[in-house]
């Protein structure tokens, strides 16, 4: 099994900065793609942004050029730097894992999907 632990969720005014951390722990032999997903009252939840085990990065259009994701692979880490906040990034944040728990999983392409509990982000004056 794999934990998904998220962080730095917080009420933050406009325009404002916030740093999201996200641990993973257990049985790990190697992380592929981590992302976060964000989910407003009433809404489906949506991709926010993704980064390979390679740093290759994607994002949504929305937070293109506010946000920024990075990872440390030898922590098992995901980070998601927040810039310039807006009341409509008001959500809960999910980080989410793709794992290879052993090598032969990897040569094989298992990979299986694991998610954080979520960490809350409200932006409001």
């Known amino acids: 099994q794999v934990q998904l632990v998220e962080s730095g969720g917080d009420l933050v005014q406009p325009g404002a900065s916030l740093r999201l951390s996200c641990a993973a722990s257990?049985?790990?032999?190697?992380?592929?793609?981590m992302g976060w997903y964000r989910q407003a009252p009433g809404k489906q939840r949506e991709l926010v942004t993704t980064?390979?085990?390679?740093?290759?990065?994607t994002y949504a259009d929305s937070v293109k050029g506010r946000f920024t994701v990075s990872r440390d692979n030898a922590k098992n880490t995901l980070y998601l730097q927040m810039n310039s906040l807006k009341p409509d990034d008001t959500a809960v944040y999910y980080c989410?894992?793709?794992?290879?728990?052993?090598?032969?999983?990897?040569?094989?392409?298992?990979?299986?999907?694991?998610w954080g509990q979520g960490t809350q982000v409200t932006v409001s004056s």
């Open positions: 980064i390979t085990n390679g740093g290759m990065t």
């Open positions: 989410n894992a793709e794992v290879f728990s052993s090598i032969l999983d990897m040569l094989k392409n298992r990979r299986t999907d694991y």
């Open positions: 257990g049985n790990i032999f190697r992380i592929n793609v």
